[in-house]
């Protein structure tokens, strides 16, 4: 397949799981095994497109953002609270995905952990989402610090891949109590210093491939796929919260049953 082509379905699929409870690295994954391509070839790519989507959590929410750093600035109780708890859930995440890293990329390279991780994952949604009291606690800087590790150690669970981190991030928070809204933005904003933390980790791995220029692929598939999934993440942000405020994620939990199923099938009668 020409690598353009490849850069833009990545970013396409990159852009539409990355947000949705369903796992943007465990659908890199199934595409590696469905386009055919060299994975370690597109490692560093699928690594790096992720700050697409990041970016269009920024730029979604920059109002947001502004608001808490000039609120910082003032030495604002709900904007160092902002901070504390986005700091604090993002502490978890990072301290075993270092302690974890040789692990998790063993992980990377099996498909049918994705698609059990797929299946039981949606299994848990449904239940928690029948379950989970109706959401409480409203406003990021409004939760205790306890809800705020709770969530950060629920992100931990997504270094399987196929567990998603938007999803373990968000059936966390519902299960502390958090509502829909809140829970879905938490997670968008703890997106943002977890794949910095993730991508600036890889770059340094291979900072010998990206000093030389032997990543794999260009500079334009990357700024391609990036630019992509930066675009694809925007729209799916502003759509997501809309629709998980109303509907709840049922619809994403059977998706992730059906889609694990079927790739499990699929990988067994290649």
Not at 237 to 242: Q, S
Request: proline content about 3%; aromatic content about 10%.
């Amino acid at each position: 397949m020409d690598t353009i082509v490849t850069a833009i379905l990545l970013g396409i699929v990159e852009g539409l799981t990355e947000f949705l409870p369903v796992s943007s690295t465990g659908h890199l994954i199934l595409a590696t095994e469905l386009f055919g391509y060299d994975a370690h070839q597109w490692a560093m790519f699928n690594v790096v497109i992720q700050l697409g989507a990041i970016l269009a959590v920024v730029v979604q929410y920059w109002r947001t953002f502004w608001a808490v750093g000039m609120g910082l600035l003032k030495l604002n109780p709900m904007s160092l609270r902002f901070l504390r708890n986005l700091l604090t859930a993002f502490i978890p995440s990072a301290v075993l995905g270092l302690a974890l890293k040789k692990y998790i990329d063993v992980l990377l390279g099996s498909p049918a952990v994705v698609c059990w991780a797929l299946i039981v994952g949606g299994i848990a949604i449904l239940f928690i989402e029948k379950r989970a009291k109706t959401g409480e606690l409203t406003g990021i800087g409004e939760l205790p610090v306890r809800q705020a590790l709770g969530v950060g150690l629920a992100q931990c669970l997504a270094m399987v891949p196929g567990v998603s981190r938007s999803g373990a991030t968000i059936m966390g928070a519902l299960a502390m109590g958090i509502e829909r809204r809140t829970a879905a933005e938490f997670s968008f904003f703890l997106a943002i210093p977890t794949m910095l933390g993730a991508t600036t980790l890889e770059l340094l791995d291979n900072r010998d491939a990206v000093m030389a220029g032997t990543m794999g692929v260009g500079w334009t598939e990357i700024a391609i796929g990036f630019a992509v999934s930066f675009v694809v993440a925007l729209a799916v942000i502003r759509m997501f919260v809309a629709y998980v405020s109303r509907s709840g994620f049922k619809p994403f939990a059977w998706y992730r049953i059906v889609a694990g199923s079927v790739a499990l099938i699929w990988l067994g009668l290649r």
